[in-house]
C-alpha cells in the first residue's frame, strides 16, 4: 500500500475523532478491526470498537488529539500525540467505569495502527494509564507520595475510583 493512502485515511480517522464524528471514524475501519488499549482493553469488530472511541469522547465532551508525529512505512503508522480533554461523564472500561472529575487531562500517547487495503486493521494504544488517573485525583502522584512518606505503601493498595 502507498505510504500517501496510509496517511490520507490516518488524517480522516484522526479529523473524525477530533471532530468527535465516530460514525466517519468507523468509515475508516476494516469490519474485523481490532483495538488494544491499556488497563487490559481488547475488542474487536467495527462496533466493539467505534464504541471504545465513542467512550471517550462521551467521558471527554472536548477531547481532543494533537499529534506530535506520524510515522509511516508501508501498511504501518505510528503515531504519537497528547490527549486532552476534560472529565465531565463516566470513563467506561473493562476494568471498570470512572465516574466524572470535572478534572482536565493532558497525556502522551502513542499508537500504532495497521491498515489492509484502505481501511485500519488494527489500533494499538499505549499511553501512561498511572499518570491519567493521577491527573484525574484518582491516584497519588509521586510527589504527593514522597511529602506523605508513604513511598511504598500506595504501589500495595488498589486504585479505587470516588
Do not use: C
Amino acid at each position: 500500500m502507498a505510504s500517501s493512502t496510509v496517511r490520507t485515511v490516518f488524517e480522516k480517522g484522526t479529523s473524525a475523532f477530533n471532530a468527535h464524528d465516530v460514525d466517519a471514524m468507523a468509515e475508516t475501519m476494516t469490519d474485523d478491526v481490532s483495538t488494544r488499549a491499556p488497563g487490559g482493553t481488547e475488542l474487536s469488530g467495527k462496533q466493539a470498537v467505534k464504541a471504545f472511541y465513542k467512550s471517550w469522547i462521551d467521558a471527554f465532551p472536548d477531547a481532543h488529539v494533537d499529534i506530535k508525529a506520524v510515522h509511516v512505512l508501508d501498511d504501518v503508522a505510528v503515531e504519537e500525540g497528547v490527549f486532552t480533554g476534560t472529565h465531565r461523564a463516566t470513563l467506561k472500561s473493562p476494568g471498570g467505569d470512572l465516574p466524572a472529575t470535572g478534572r482536565n487531562v493532558s497525556v502522551e500517547y502513542i499508537q500504532v495502527l495497521r491498515f489492509r487495503g484502505d481501511r485500519v486493521a488494527s489500533f494499538h494504544l499505549v499511553f501512561d494509564r498511572a499518570e491519567m488517573l493521577e491527573q484525574l485525583g484518582l491516584a497519588p502522584s509521586p510527589e504527593a507520595m514522597a511529602a506523605s512518606g508513604r513511598r511504598g505503601e500506595a504501589a500495595a493498595q488498589p486504585i479505587q475510583p470516588h
